[in-house]
């Protein structure tokens, strides 16, 4: 059974710091590219960042996260991470971690649908408010 199973998320005040974790198991993660990707209230899923998987660690960020969110993997424990400094307001959001990257994503920005990751977490909430 796969299982991609976020944590990490909460309260936080504007320009705090957050870690997100997403725990993995039930396929080969090391050949996965692996996303975080947000939704918050009342808007559409957007797409945060991405790290890649075979042979290679690149990593792929939002215009509007870059300098400020680090994605990273740990392919011995099925793991990755965001790491988010600097929070704003409009970080604010449920938090998913998914496999694949959607290659338009490399500019920067991207449209995305659910279709476009093929394994997702269940979520979890990050809340920037002071």
């Known amino acids: 059974e796969v299982q991609l199973v976020e944590s990490g998320g909460g309260l936080v005040q504007p320009g705090g710091s957050l870690r997100l974790t997403c725990v993995t198991s039930?396929?080969?993660?090391?050949?996965?590219?692996m996303s975080w990707i947000r939704q918050a209230p009342g808007k559409g899923l957007e797409w945060v960042s991405s790290?890649?998987?075979?042979?290679?660690?690149?990593?792929y960020y939002a215009d509007s996260v870059k300098g400020r969110f680090t994605i990273s993997r740990d392919n011995t424990n099925n793991t990755v991470y965001l790491q988010m400094n600097s929070l704003k307001t409009e970080d604010a959001g449920v938090y998913y971690c998914?496999?694949?990257?959607?290659?338009?994503?490399?500019?920067?920005?991207?449209?995305?649908?659910?279709?476009?990751?093929?394994?997702w977490g269940q979520g979890t909430q990050v809340t920037v408010s002071s």
């Open positions: 998914a496999t694949n990257f959607p290659p338009d994503c490399r500019r920067g920005y991207c449209t995305i649908s659910k279709k476009d990751f093929q394994y």
């Open positions: 039930g396929f080969t993660f090391s050949a996965y590219h």
């Open positions: 790290i890649s998987g075979p042979g290679s660690m690149f990593t």
